[in-house]
């Protein structure tokens, strides 16, 4: 018998794996991933960022873990060697109305606890980001970006070598409760567990259903398609470039992302995925879509946020209106800089009545813990998030 079944083996999956076995050496850690590799969805199909914390609200899990995480991360990726850079990151303010929600953001970083954020005036906003233009911004210094895949394989790496195993292709189909155990009825067989910390992203709703543990609320699934400036103009951005969020909408808008190798991302935007696990335009899962449509949550948020909705899908379908926006920040910009890069799908967790989870939620059900819903910064804060999980399971499962 195992001690821990983790299932998923994404960033948080094996942060958990490893601050388990870090913590108690000789205790009987497996993680179970569907994939033939780990970290196949979320956990790499992203831009890299390693954020800061500014943006969470002061006191939240996602506030703290974020923080906390984002120093591990630095510290484990500098010991692995697994490519990090530091490169910093303007918030530009491009419209007058968007000034007092800097000054707030400005407050947030402070009571975050985030190092070295300053407001710049137009002419340091150039010397920072030479063809970057706006009224005012927020130079956050500690953000930076990763290799979130080489991140992930580095974790795998650590939990093998102190006594945990990675089970490929071993998707989860059920689980069990016992009196003293969860039995796991997997693609490779039955593994049984003193206990079972689910990690499932994309998929954490029907995980959690399968033990009757999340019945008012869905995964809703939005894909995120990016932009790659071609090498030639690549060079107009240095670091990373940010919008000034508004807290009315639900999604971040456009941003310029450079990259540990060295290429400019742009966006990405938000839509509708038909597909939970569907990373092109027009991939349909019939399941996952009637899912989505059957659950009442989706057409109040769907009423709540149309509008936002069909300005995302407009920019992923006319080039041009993408431009536009991207033009707000970086003048220079022409038609032929942009060229279409990859795109990936969030895991957004939503509420029976339309409302839009936005902190981290953990359901702690006995020998199961449920990862319910982990945002981004999850992959900044997997080190701290996984050190969080590891410490209620080993409370939960009396391992401790």
């Not at 948080?12 to 497996?30: E, F, K, S």
């Not at 969805?41 to 954020?51: I, K, L």
């Not at 996602?62 to 990726?77: D, I, Y």
């Not at 949550?297 to 379908?317: D, I, K, S, V």
Request: glycine share 12%.
């Amino acid at each position: 018998m195992e001690d821990v079944a983790v299932v998923g083996a994404g960033l948080v999956g094996l942060a958990t794996g490893y601050a388990l076995v870090r913590a108690h050496p000789g205790l009987r850690v497996v993680v179970l991933e569907k994939e033939g590799d780990v970290a196949r969805h979320q956990s790499s199909r992203n831009s890299g960022v390693v954020h800061s914390g500014i943006y969470y609200r002061p006191g939240s899990l996602r506030a703290r873990l974020c923080v906390e995480g984002r120093r591990a991360l630095e510290r484990f990726a500098q010991d692995r060697g697994v490519p990090y850079r530091r490169t910093g990151k303007l918030v530009v303010a491009v419209r007058p109305e968007e000034l007092p929600r800097l000054r707030r953001l400005a407050e947030r970083a402070a009571a975050n606890g985030v190092e070295g954020v300053r407001e710049v005036g137009p002419e340091e906003i150039q010397e920072l980001e030479p063809h970057v233009r706006g009224l005012r911004a927020l130079h956050v210094p500690v953000t930076g970006v990763v290799d979130f895949g080489a991140m992930a394989r580095a974790l795998a790496d650590e939990l093998g070598a102190r006594g945990g195993r990675v089970l490929l292709r071993c998707g989860v189909r059920g689980l069990e409760r016992r009196s003293r155990s969860v039995v796991l009825t997997t693609e490779g067989g039955e593994v049984e567990a003193r206990g079972v910390v689910s990690c499932a992203g994309l998929q954490a709703d029907r995980l959690a259903r399968l033990t009757g543990d999340a019945p008012e609320v869905r995964v809703v699934p939005f894909r995120g398609s990016f932009w790659v400036l071609r090498p030639e103009a690549a060079r107009l951005v240095r670091g990373l470039v940010y919008p000034v969020p508004d807290p009315a909408l639900p999604f971040l808008g456009v941003h310029f992302t450079r990259r540990v190798d060295g290429q400019v991302w742009v966006g990405p935007n938000a839509v509708l995925a038909l597909a939970r696990e569907g990373y092109r335009r027009g991939e349909v899962d019939l399941r996952d879509l009637l899912e989505v449509l059957r659950f009442p949550g989706f057409w109040r948020l769907a009423l709540r946020y149309g509008r936002t909705g069909l300005g995302e899908l407009l920019r992923e379908r006319f080039p041009r209106a993408f431009l536009r926006e991207c033009r707000r920040y970086v003048p220079d910009l022409g038609p032929e800089d942009l060229r279409p890069g990859p795109s990936g799908v969030r895991a957004q967790l939503v509420a029976a009545d339309g409302s839009l989870v936005d902190d981290f939620v953990v359901a702690r059900r006995g020998r199961i813990l449920h990862v319910l819903n982990a945002p981004s910064p999850a992959a900044t804060a997997c080190l701290a998030i996984g050190e969080t999980l590891s410490r209620w399971a080993l409370e939960d499962f009396g391992l401790a």
